[in-house]
């Protein structure tokens, strides 16, 4: 497969970049610590960006009000504290996903679930790999790639010196990289019996987009590219959640069930039931989620932000 992937040159060594070269060497000397060491600077570095980020809080605070409206101002309130913990190991486990080796990775991980994902690629069978974005989304895909190799779909970075370390990071343990506008790649790599790693959880505009429930939120924008790529490919659909285990105690990524004969009538109930597996996915981790993403920001027309 001919795929355009960002490559290493000199002109990364130009000054410009050399902020973001420290930020980099900082970080890896940081996950070369011990992993409790890792979990509570992770921790105490997300309770300080809370107070920081004070607008992405009252984004994540509104998430889960529309989500929950039933849940209490103070349950909601630790879930936010708990999310932004989240959201500083979420810095570290890209490290962790990025520089650890192998046996490193595999030493915190308990994994379950992949077995049937092997027997479907055995037989050719093309897989749409659905990942939420977890906070644990690096690392996640990191582990599941070292089980299955497969091949990723991103959204290439503005700034080239990241966008080279991301693809470099992610090619550890997969095959290659996909842009996300590539659906032409996606179903030829499909139809080809391989593994799609594939998110259809945030809000990526009204192009291309229908309004489902998500949660409580009746009319959330919902991308129509799971029903194109599943109809288009006929791949079978298997969700993973990696997630957390409190405490610093390490990881598990659970392989849910595939589904091989999802429902395809149209764009809209194609969503509706893919929004089902992702609140399903959610509730397995809810701390652990990217709240801070407007996720409702997309509105039918004539209908007032709920922002």
């Not at 909601?76 to 490193?104: C, D, H, I, Y």
């Not at 479907?120 to 990191?142: M, S």
């Not at 599941?144 to 966008?163: A, C, E, K, Q, S």
Request: hydrophobic fraction near 40%; proline fraction near 7%.
């Amino acid at each position: 497969m001919t795929t355009h992937l960002p490559q290493f040159n000199r002109a990364l060594l130009h000054p410009r970049y050399w902020l973001t070269w420290l930020g980099i060497g900082l970080l890896y000397l940081v996950v070369l610590l011990p992993y409790p060491v890792i979990y509570r600077l992770g921790c105490g570095m997300g309770r300080l960006a809370m107070r920081v980020m004070k607008r992405r809080a009252r984004i994540a605070h509104r998430n889960l009000e529309l989500c929950f409206p039933e849940m209490s101002e103070a349950e909601r309130q630790k879930l936010v504290e708990k999310n932004f913990e989240s959201v500083g190991m979420g810095l570290m486990e890209t490290g962790m996903a990025w520089f650890w080796p192998n046996w490193r990775v595999e030493r915190w991980f308990d994994v379950s679930g992949v077995e049937p994902v092997k027997a479907l690629l055995a037989q050719k069978q093309g897989i749409l790999l659905i990942g939420v974005h977890f906070l644990t989304l690096e690392l996640g895909a990191r582990i599941f790639g070292m089980h299955t190799p497969g091949i990723g779909v991103y959204r290439p970075n503005d700034n080239p010196l990241l966008d080279w370390l991301q693809t470099w990071g992610r090619l550890r343990s997969n095959k290659t990289m996909l842009d996300r506008k590539d659906l032409k790649g996606m179903i030829k790599a499909l139809k080809s019996g391989e593994i799609i790693w594939y998110a259809p959880d945030h809000d990526y505009g009204p192009r291309n987009s229908v309004f489902v429930p998500l949660f409580a939120v009746e009319q959330a924008a919902t991308t129509s590219g799971t029903w194109m790529l599943a109809k288009m490919s006929k791949a079978c659909i298997v969700p993973f959640v990696p997630r957390r285990k409190p405490g610093g105690k390490g990881y598990e990524l659970i392989a849910l069930e595939p589904e091989c004969q999802p429902p395809l009538g149209d764009a809209e109930e194609t969503a509706a039931w893919m929004n089902k597996v992702v609140e399903k996915c959610i509730l397995m981790a809810p701390d652990q989620y990217m709240w801070l993403h407007r996720r409702f920001k997309t509105r039918p027309q004539g209908v007032p932000s709920r922002y």
